[in-house]
């Protein structure tokens, strides 16, 4: 499992075969996550769990000042150098970006633990937590980025799994204890050290931490810095859209007890998103590479390889999920959060533009439109922040669930606009019917009348996955999907 060698990949893996590798693993998070997160919410009040989901965003928020876009960067520049046949620059630019992010991470832990210790000692604790995981994060997402850049997703997959692994019994022997909020803090906020650890293991102790190394051309890092500048915006526009920005709002203009029925919720839809995303990531680094080697029509055909993939993909889980997700909630975070139930249908619906927002900004960003992603993100960000305000004040969660996912169709009908003109794509019709079809069918279909027939819980559940089942294997066996899909 080392990733030592500087050798370039005699074979490159399928957009395909990638995205289902770092599904897996992201999947696995997802399910320790979602497996955590009924024990923590079993165990505290609505409330108490409110809280802790703030301080779990603002830990979120703060990572991601302190990682921007240079892990992003370097996946898609080292991919694209690879391309282009320069290996030299491509292994000399991750020790640099390594370096780089230490010293960014080295200042922002300080900071927070300055402001910790100068302000309101009953924030003190999660703060240092908090400050104390920023390095260890930022340092595995760049080992992470030169494992995707070489298409190595089997190592990140397996990384992912034992995180998970690791996460969920800390969390288990938390609640065994009965140590509480505080307990649950300091296992949740951990994750990063966890997978530095993980990352670091097996890479065999990853170059990146040598400060000495190879010099970088002016050319890698002329490349290197015209992605990351527009993407570092990008990144800080992504705070507003899709790292709950809505959290804040409730906090602000609601109570724990709205912010914790917004953040189950956002768990359910976060969960089939990131799966969702780890799908379609393989996508990145490989349009990268075609980039690099000049290969625009390839580029192409691999954007609507992500177009048809994250339709098949969404449509099926945003038409069961209207019809299941108050079900879910009830079952496995008990029926006194029957308050979320409406908040998670309107959030299942935005997985559908949500993948296709994710399919089109990677195109976008590995085929050198990423300026198009700042523009449109940046218009995106002011209208989610003018919904947050009109409907927060007023619907709580249910008006944050409503902002986020109108933001989510507006993102995704202007990044498919942009990317339909940049790389002369053509909508799919054809394929989108079809899914719509059979989703109606099946998905929607077999769980709305066990609902009308008055099943409900774990029968309604199996009838979903039923539903989805047998969508997946009738469209994975048409022709379509075998030339166009699964290539």
């Not at 500087?6 to 997802?30: D, E, H, Q």
């Not at 690791?166 to 505080?182: D, E």
């Not at 009109?390 to 169709?409: D, K, R, W």
Request: charged fraction near 10%.
């Amino acid at each position: 499992m080392a990733i030592a060698s500087t050798k370039p990949m005699k074979k490159r893996p399928s957009v395909v075969v990638n995205g289902f590798r770092n599904s897996i693993g992201t999947a696995a998070l997802a399910l320790g996550g979602i497996l955590s997160s009924v024990i923590v919410v079993r165990s505290l009040s609505i409330s108490e769990y409110g809280k802790l989901s703030f301080y779990l965003w603002l830990a979120s928020a703060v990572s991601s000042l302190g990682l921007l876009a240079f892990p992003a960067g370097l996946t898609k520049v080292v991919s694209q150098l690879y391309g282009a046949g320069e290996e030299s620059d491509a292994e000399a630019l991750i020790p640099w970006v390594g370096r780089i992010l230490f010293v960014v991470n080295v200042m922002l832990t300080a900071l927070i633990l300055v402001v910790a210790y100068v302000g309101p000692s009953a924030n003190r604790i999660l703060l240092s937590l908090i400050a104390i995981g920023l390095l260890p994060g930022a340092m595995s997402r760049v080992i992470n980025s030169r494992v995707l850049a070489r298409e190595q997703y089997s190592i990140t997959m397996v990384a992912s799994i034992i995180t998970s692994i690791v996460i969920f019994l800390g969390v288990i022997v938390t609640h065994l204890l009965h140590v509480g909020t505080a307990g649950y803090e300091v296992v949740l906020l951990s994750g990063g050290v966890v997978q530095f650890l993980v990352l670091f293991t097996a890479s065999r102790g990853s170059v990146f931490l040598t400060f000495g190394g190879p010099d970088v051309s002016k050319y890698a890092r002329r490349l290197y810095l015209d992605y990351v500048v527009p993407s570092t915006l990008a990144v800080l526009f992504d705070l507003v859209v899709w790292q709950r920005s809505e959290i804040y709002f409730l906090h602000r203009f609601s109570h724990y007890a709205e912010l914790g029925y917004y953040s189950i919720s956002y768990t359910l839809f976060a969960t089939f998103n990131l799966i969702g995303a780890a799908l379609l990531n393989g996508l990145f680094p490989s349009a990268s590479h075609d980039f690099g080697a000049g290969h625009m029509e390839l580029l192409g055909h691999k954007s609507e390889t992500g177009l048809r993939l994250a339709t098949f993909y969404s449509l099926p889980i945003a038409m069961a999920g209207i019809v299941v997700a108050p079900s879910v909630l009830n079952l496995f975070y008990g029926t006194h959060l029957v308050a979320a139930g409406p908040v998670a249908r309107v959030l299942i619906i935005g997985i559908v533009p949500g993948a296709l927002s994710v399919a089109m900004t990677l195109s976008l960003s590995a085929g050198g439109g990423v300026w198009s992603v700042v523009k449109v993100g940046f218009l995106l960000s002011l209208a989610n922040l003018g919904l947050d305000l009109l409907l927060i004040p007023h619907s709580a969660a249910v008006g944050a669930a409503l902002a986020n996912t109108l933001t989510q169709f507006g993102y995704a009908v202007a990044v498919l606009g942009v990317a339909f003109r940049k790389f002369a794509l053509k909508m799919p019709w054809s394929w989108v019917w079809k899914c719509t079809g059979i989703g109606l069918l099946f998905p929607f279909g077999i769980p709305a009348a066990m609902r009308l027939a008055g099943f409900d819980g774990i029968p309604l559940l199996a009838g979903m996955l039923v539903g989805c089942a047998v969508y997946w294997l009738v469209l994975s066996r048409t022709r379509l999907a075998r030339n166009g899909l699964f290539v």
